[in-house]
């Protein structure tokens, strides 16, 4: 059977975490879901074609998702904002999807490929639970009022190493156990991005319940 969604991404933490948080909102009927990791946001740049064949190839989701930091890419000045970053590549994916349209080894192919920027960082999305991570810290500490913690936090990963009670780590195990301490329907209640990002998920699985025929449930916190 198809799956409902597969991810291009950009780096470990979030290949190992997004079917986790996507689980966590979600409840439906499938296997694994697909994840390619590109190695670097210039990585998932260069070679973004060929990711989304490595991803396509894996049980052909219904709706790809590339999602990448917006902070790199701005820095290296190739970009003058985040909606040009964003429209550049998805205008590339779009291109793919188009050229391979009569690729009989492709088949069946995405309705769709969207790209989702996290802004500025992934880690930005690991701060907008703070219910989640008092109960994972134990620590009134990690609480905080932020209504977009995009643009009001200054340094996602300094926030987090001041208020996780054992600092943070961009590793992939660090950042799972974090995770499953959150809630995606609280997590987009306080990040712009990952508001984007949960919305193009739901989306995901109404088109593979059309594709499909199979129920899906979206499930609060």
């Not at 050229?99 to 996290?118: T, W, Y």
């Not at 059309?210 to 916190?221: E, K, N, R, Y």
Request: with cysteine; net charge neutral; proline share 5%.
């Amino acid at each position: 059977m198809r799956v409902p969604i597969g991810f291009v991404v950009e780096g470990g933490c979030e290949h190992t975490s997004f079917e986790c948080i996507v689980r966590k909102g979600i409840a439906a009927t499938h296997g694994e879901l697909p994840a390619v990791n590109a190695w670097g946001n210039g990585g998932l740049r260069k070679r973004l074609e060929e990711h989304l064949v490595s991803v396509v190839k894996v049980r052909s989701p219904v709706v790809v998702i590339v999602a990448l930091d917006m902070k790199d890419a701005l820095k290296e000045g190739s970009y003058a904002d985040c909606e040009a970053l964003r429209l550049d590549v998805q205008a590339r994916a779009d291109r793919w999807l188009e050229s391979v349209k009569h690729n009989e080894k492709l088949q069946p192919l995405p309705k769709r490929i969207v790209v989702v920027i996290q802004a500025p960082v992934f880690e930005a999305w690991l701060t907008a639970d703070p219910d989640g991570l008092i109960v994972m810290t134990g620590e009134p500490a990690a609480a905080h009022s932020f209504q977009n913690v995009d643009v009001e936090i200054a340094s996602h990963k300094a926030w987090l190493e001041q208020h996780l009670p054992n600092g943070y780590s961009k590793s992939p195990v660090h950042v799972t156990r974090v995770v499953k301490s959150l809630h995606p329907s609280r997590m987009a209640q306080r990040s712009r991005s990952f508001r984007k990002f949960w919305k193009e998920v739901v989306a995901a699985y109404g088109a593979w319940e059309i594709a499909t025929g199979s129920p899906f449930l979206v499930q609060d916190a």
